[in-house]
């Protein structure tokens, strides 16, 4: 794989998203080639377009896109972001039939351009969207990675550090399990400035009750849908999620990041993709970490598990 700046990444998917993740790639110069690929010619050519007006203000690169899945060929990094979304009132998981037929579409052809590619998948319901990805390209499990609960986790962070009055940088929070409605948050480890958060009694920075954590974690479960009624898409942080995930990967970086990917013999469960912090670098993803987790952490995980395989199983997986 091409390390750091040398790399290229891949696209799929010019919509509100994959254009939104080559933006913020393209201005934190995270490689030198960044290619879109989207059925639909005319808007991804109109989002390069609008993209290389802007070169002269970030770092060196080239971004190119076509109708033609050719432009994914050599990617080191293909990141799958094209599908149908949600509209308002409908779950992820509503999204999973439609968005496995565009995979098993796609993704073989992807494996054919771009062997050697780390695939990042972000399309929804993206715990689904990994596992089914795993079977239809047979690329080893550390290599097929989804985005997972990077985005919900930020949330949690910056919900978080807003109530405490702290950096959000300072607040190390995880929400693990399905990126969607069965999340769960893991309380137990989570701590801010080394101060485990059932600790957390400082003066002028509030404590946080039961009914502040329902609410914070309410806010976190819904905040998708928030953005999507106010403006039909989220972009911006799923945007800036992804390329730090980029980053972590293309520059060895060894972050510890709640992805998703196959479980295999973590407390009991097998055979399941769903985030969990993991150390993520060149060669992808490893095993999630032995986070301790209390017992009600630990059977919301199974609960997650099962929601996640019963989609799976339904469409034929
Ligand atoms: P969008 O409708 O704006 O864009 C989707 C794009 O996919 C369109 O441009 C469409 O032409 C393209 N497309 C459809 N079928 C295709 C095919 N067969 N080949 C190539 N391109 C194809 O949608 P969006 O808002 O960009 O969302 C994209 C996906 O990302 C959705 O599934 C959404 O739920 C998901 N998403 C995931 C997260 C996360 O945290 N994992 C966050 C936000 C959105």
Redesign the pocket.
Known sequence: MAAGRAAKVGI???????ATIAYTAMIRGVARRISL????SA?VNAEVLDLNHGSLFVPQGMIEGSDDIEVLRGSDVVVM??????SPGQT?MD?ASA?AA?CA??LPKVVEVAPDAMLLL???P?DVITQIALKLTGLPWERVI???TV?DSSRFRYLLATHCKVAVQNVHAYIAGE?GDSEIPLWSSASIGSIPLSQWAVKGHGRLTTADKEEIVHNVKDA?FQVIQGKG???YA?GL?VTNILEALLYDERRVLPLSGLLQGFKGLDDVCLSLPRIVGRKGIEAPLPIPMTVDEEAGLHASAERIRSVVHELGY
């Open positions: 799929i998917g010019a919509g509100s998203v994959g690929f989207d059925i639909a808007k972001a094209a599908g149908a979304k949600r992820r999204l968005n565009i579409k796609l972000i399309t929804n993206v989804g985005s997972g985005l990126h998708a898409a989220t972009n799923i999620a």
